[in-house]
């Protein structure tokens, strides 16, 4: 869910960036990326509630991307249920932070951790690899590739009453590419009951950013790439000026990547919402699909059908 889609100030229309990612069952939590002042605010009229938000991602320090941090922090306290929360950014988040706190008395109410990263391999888990790279802005200023692990296969359910495999914890070992032996001694295998994995998906989620290789490697193959489109096509100097990209260049990398879909953010408030549709469907030609993304809209990135090959 798009929370801000606004470069450097609000308008009317549009808040300040934040990006929030929704996890598949059994989590069903969700993680953020990046907190502009007003993302709170803009969390009230969603489905989003903090005490479900395992994880904050700061690609980089400048204003729009972090002044609704610490109200955001704070405001966690009060919702029952809040757990751990890890934040991961650039160095000079903690003293951001701390600073903030110490002046203004905060207590939390629960762990806070932050985590100043560097370039590689940030999470490992059982569900999610996420890797960072840093792009290029006048800040440090990291993008992030989230990589679902493949999700085990069916069980094939007939060939498992052939077997006469009783439902229950085998069941899992099986789905877990565990082989199991029967109490009358046959052992089943798991490759043969199981059905192939069912690859993970790819989201790819860049900072403010020139044109640079670290962009296209972090998107490279991704189901989705959202990108900064901060002006549009013809203001490529401007935008160097600035450490940002254009509507063109965003489209070129989302192309030169492989991307199968690309939605642009990051707007200048000199484009409306009309001027913002016309600018991505201006550059159509370089990478078709390509849209717009629009101020509490959710993109939903669906898993691709298995094929018999």
Not at 22 to 32: I, K, R, T, V
């Amino acid at each position: 869910m798009f929370l801000g889609t606004s470069a450097g100030r609000p308008t009317r229309s549009r808040n300040v960036t934040s990006i929030a990612l929704s996890l598949p069952e059994p989590q069903c939590g969700f993680w953020l990326f990046d907190v502009g002042e007003g993302t709170q605010h803009r969390m009230l009229g969603s489905k989003l509630k903090l005490n479900k938000l395992e994880r904050i991602f700061i690609t980089h320090l400048h204003g729009d991307h972090i002044y609704g941090l610490p109200g955001l922090l704070s405001s966690r306290g009060y919702f029952e249920g809040a757990g751990p929360l890890t934040i991961y950014g650039p160095q000079g988040l903690r003293a951001y932070l701390d600073s903030i706190f110490n002046l203004t008395g905060v207590h939390l109410g629960y762990e806070l951790h932050v985590v100043e990263i560097t370039e590689g391999e940030i999470i490992a888990d059982d569900r999610f690899v996420v890797e960072a790279a840093e792009l290029q802005h006048r800040l440090p200023s990291f993008g992030f590739r989230i990589t679902e692990r493949p999700l085990s296969g069916q069980l094939n359910l007939k060939r498992l009453a052939e077997l006469g495999v009783p439902a229950g914890p085998l069941f899992g070992k099986l789905k877990r590419g565990e082989d199991v032996t029967l109490a009358c001694g046959t052992t089943v295998t798991a490759s043969d009951v199981v059905g192939k994995p069912h690859p993970g998906r790819v989201v790819t989620i860049l900072g403010d950013t020139r044109p640079c290789e670290n962009a296209v490697r972090l998107a490279c193959n991704a189901d989705l790439l959202v990108h900064e489109a901060t002006f549009a096509g013809g203001l490529e100097e401007k935008a160097a000026a600035y450490g940002h990209s254009t509507f063109t260049q965003a489209a070129e990398i989302a192309r030169d990547a492989g991307a199968k879909r690309l939605v642009v953010t990051h707007f200048s408030s000199r484009y409306d919402d009309e001027e913002v549709a016309e600018l991505a469907n201006g550059v159509k030609g370089i990478f078709e699909q390509i849209e717009p993304a629009v101020e509490m809209a959710e993109i939903n990135v669906p898993r691709l059908p298995l094929t018999n090959s």
